[in-house]
């Protein structure tokens, strides 16, 4: 079957890894246009294309597919191709009517979550900031609207209780690859059940903002670990700002919100009584390291209050 593939990111590319090793023909790859980065403003292409120079494929980053010369090059581009099926991996644009009745079969999604739920662009950092013991992958029939087509395949994984939304990115993207194996496979035998979404169950899982990750210790200690581990936490230690990538939470412990319980283990008390441990930090200035490692070289005290 000939395939086109859209994606951008690491999330994207087992997918992609995984289309090449069925043995499907990958006719080309689209993908968004490389970006400056560092200080010397370098331009680095994004992980699909790496993947798909390794593999011989041939790439196309244009700005947009919905308007100007740029996307009527990139359409004539797929005319010319004439694809089967467009799979599209986190690609990062909207795909216009044109292109989504383009192929025989049609246009699949790999989204991660379990559809109609977090229908939009951070589902993984939504669910575990929303404390979800469950989430997962769904394959979908693309259509006009944002993550609305009709669902094909769904696996669902466990959320860890201390996972961050790093590594669950990490698990959901292979699982995702194994849900797109599944799928074009069911594609070329003809076995796909499409379901429509119920859309009175859907929620939005809408863009990170940079206040997300700040931390109010006056609320649960849940709700503080799931920031943490969501977004990255930050608040303010010493006058300065003072990030934390890892945590765990503690039962029962004593004294204000937001002041040190255990200055050994670096507890820091919530509203409702119990406190989250920090586990990996990070210093203004500083390096990202082990807790144990940043208590080698700062003393803190019992009681000092943070957020201040």
């Known amino acids: 079957m000939k395939i086109v593939f859209?994606?951008?990111?690491?999330?994207?590319?087992?997918?992609?890894?995984?289309?090449?090793s069925e043995g499907?023909?990958?006719?080309?790859?689209?993908?968004?246009p490389d970006k400056p980065k560092g200080r010397g403003y370098k331009m680095i292409p994004p992980p699909v294309k790496?993947?798909?120079?390794?593999?011989?494929?041939?790439?196309?980053?244009?700005?947009s597919l919905r308007k100007g010369e740029d996307a009527q090059s990139a359409?004539?581009?797929l005319r010319s191709i004439s694809p089967e099926l467009i799979i599209v991996v986190a690609y990062g644009q909207i795909l216009p009517k044109e292109v989504l009745e383009l192929p025989k079969h049609g246009c699949i999604n790999i989204h991660a979550?379990?559809?109609?739920?977090y229908r939009g662009a951070a589902p993984i950092q939504r669910c575990i900031?929303?404390?979800k013991t469950k989430t997962g992958v769904t394959s979908m029939l693309m259509e006009e609207g944002l993550d609305t087509g009709d669902m094909l395949i769904a696996r669902e994984i466990e959320i860890g209780c201390d996972e961050t939304a790093s590594e669950l990115h990490d698990r959901l993207s292979e699982l995702g690859a194994k849900v797109l194996a599944d799928t074009v496979k069911a594609v070329e035998n003809g076995t796909l059940e499409p379901q429509k979404q119920d859309d009175s169950r859907s929620t939005?899982?809408?863009?990170?903002?940079?206040?997300?990750?700040?931390?109010?210790?006056?609320?649960?200690?849940q709700k503080v670990h799931n920031t943490i581990r969501g977004v990255t936490g930050f608040t303010q230690l010493f006058g300065k700002r003072f990030k934390i990538y890892r945590s765990h939470i503690e039962e029962n412990v004593s004294g204000e919100?937001?002041?040190?319980?255990?200055?050994?283990?670096?507890?820091?008390?919530?509203?409702?009584?119990?406190?989250?441990?920090?586990?990996?930090?990070?210093?203004?200035?500083?390096?990202r390291m082990a807790v144990s490692d940043y208590l080698r070289g700062k003393k803190l005290e019992r009681g000092q209050k943070l957020g201040e």
């Not at 790496?50 to 700005?63: K, S």
């Not at 939005?204 to 931390?215: F, G, P, Q, V």
């Not at 820091?268 to 990070?282: A, H, K, R, Y």
């Open 6 to 20: 859209m994606g951008t990111p690491d999330f994207s590319v087992p997918c992609l890894k995984a289309l090449i």
């Open 24 to 32: 499907h023909e990958v006719a080309a790859v689209f993908t968004q």
């Open 50 to 63: 790496v993947c798909a120079l390794e593999n011989g494929i041939a790439v196309y980053q244009p700005v």
């Open 75 to 77: 359409l004539d581009t």
């Open 113 to 117: 979550s379990l559809l109609p739920e």
């Open 129 to 131: 900031l929303d404390g």
């Open 204 to 221: 939005y899982a809408k863009m990170i903002t940079k206040d997300l990750s700040r931390l109010d210790f006056s609320d649960t200690a």
């Open 257 to 287: 919100p937001g002041t040190v319980s255990d200055e050994k283990k670096f507890t820091v008390v919530c509203g409702d009584g119990n406190g989250v441990t920090f586990l990996e930090v990070q210093a203004e200035g500083g390096k």
